[in-house]
């Protein structure tokens, strides 16, 4: 079973047990509300460009809400069956939902007070690497300092080259991937001058 399915199911299992109304570490949105944007996003295509372009996500974010006021049973059976067969994202859904799936499970996870990380193999730990790199080259486009990643083995990527000043995030490759999708409920050590420390962490993080 892929990444994107283990998390797709694990994170319908956490929203039964948290319930709708259940906060997350998306903005204002409760687990409801994250749940109607994750079927909408495989299932209306319509709403697909506002995700990413900005002129067109009222539209998308009207969609959403008329979604969130749903059956909450609908939209995590909606979720746990993945996109269907004439949606863009059905082929590609390893691919294209493991990271997402794996973020936004964490969002409702980690919004609850006591939180810890969850033990992971090294297999998943390794799948996360290449995605936390891939995120990193993009998530910290807004920081002129340069940022390396590095794993509790010592294995290093630099994910931005900005010059000489350089911020090192130390930590298990889930916790990087979540600090580099703008989640600041991680477990992630920093090493760097006090200032570019803090710029990296104000840099509008995500994709």
């Given at each position: 079973?892929?990444?994107?399915?283990?998390?797709?199911?694990?994170?319908?299992?956490?929203?039964?047990r948290t319930?709708?109304?259940?906060?997350?570490?998306?903005?204002?949105w409760t687990?409801?509300?994250?749940?109607?944007?994750?079927?909408?996003?495989?299932?209306?295509?319509?709403?697909?460009?506002?995700?990413?372009?900005?002129?067109?996500?009222?539209?998308?974010?009207r969609?959403?809400a008329?979604?969130?006021?749903?059956?909450?049973?609908?939209?995590l059976?909606?979720?746990?069956?993945?996109?269907?067969?004439?949606?863009?994202?059905?082929?590609?859904?390893?691919?294209?939902?493991?990271?997402?799936?794996?973020?936004?499970?964490?969002?409702?996870?980690r919004?609850?007070?006591?939180?810890?990380?969850?033990?992971?193999d090294?297999?998943?730990?390794?799948?996360?690497?290449?995605?936390?790199?891939?995120v990193?080259?993009?998530?910290?486009?807004?920081?002129?300092?340069?940022?390396?990643?590095?794993?509790?083995?010592?294995?290093?990527?630099?994910?931005?080259?900005?010059?000489?000043?350089?911020?090192?995030?130390?930590?298990?490759?889930?916790?990087?991937?979540?600090?580099?999708?703008?989640?600041d409920?991680?477990r992630?050590e920093?090493?760097?001058e006090?200032?570019?420390?803090?710029?990296?962490a104000?840099?509008?993080?995500?994709?």
């Open positions: 079973m892929s990444l994107a399915r283990d998390e797709r199911h694990a994170l319908v299992r956490t929203m039964t319930g709708p109304d259940a906060p997350t570490l998306c903005g204002d687990a409801r509300d994250l749940a109607a944007h994750l079927v909408v996003r495989e299932r209306r295509i319509d709403t697909m460009p506002g995700i990413v372009l900005p002129p067109l996500a009222g539209h998308t974010e969609v959403r008329e979604a969130a006021g749903g059956s909450w049973e609908q939209l059976a909606d979720i746990e069956s993945g996109p269907p067969i004439w949606s863009p994202l059905y082929l590609v859904d390893g691919l294209a939902n493991a990271a997402e799936m794996f973020v936004h499970h964490e969002d409702v996870r919004a609850a007070p006591g939180w810890e990380p969850r033990p992971l090294p297999s998943t730990q390794d799948r996360l690497w290449q995605m936390a790199r891939q990193g080259r993009r998530g910290y486009r807004g920081t002129d300092v340069t940022v390396v990643f590095e794993r509790p083995d010592g294995t290093r990527a630099t994910v931005r080259r900005r010059g000489p000043r350089t911020v090192v995030l130390r930590g298990e490759p889930a916790e990087l991937l979540l600090h580099a999708f703008g989640r409920e991680v992630v920093t090493s760097g006090a200032a570019d420390v803090a710029e990296v104000a840099s509008g993080r995500g994709i």
